[in-house]
């Protein structure tokens, strides 16, 4: 998660888990940047740069709103019922 990376829905992000899964992916890790960005370092790693908002998180915050889309995601991907 970085202040420049993609931002996606809900809906996108269930489908981009959805596919890294059909594609073989057997592991994704998430880091969240500081509010001065993330390394040049980890940055270059990434296969995919991602930014929940616009709007700076307090690091627990980002991490709880993380947990809740991934959640969301799966619940998506099952075709199962989440409030919204």
């Known amino acids: 998660m970085e202040i420049n990376g993609k931002q996606f829905s809900s809906e996108e992000f269930a489908q981009k888990i959805e596919t890294l899964t059909h594609e073989g992916v057997q592991e ?10 993330i390394g040049k370092n980890v940055s270059a790693r990434a296969n995919l740069k991602m930014s929940m908002s616009k709007m700076t998180f307090l690091h627990q915050f980002a991490r709880l709103i993380l947990v809740e889309q991934i959640y969301r995601a799966f619940k998506i991907i099952k075709g199962e019922t989440y409030h919204k």
Do not use: A, D
């Open 28 to 37: 994704i890790v998430f880091v969240i940047g500081s509010s001065c960005g």
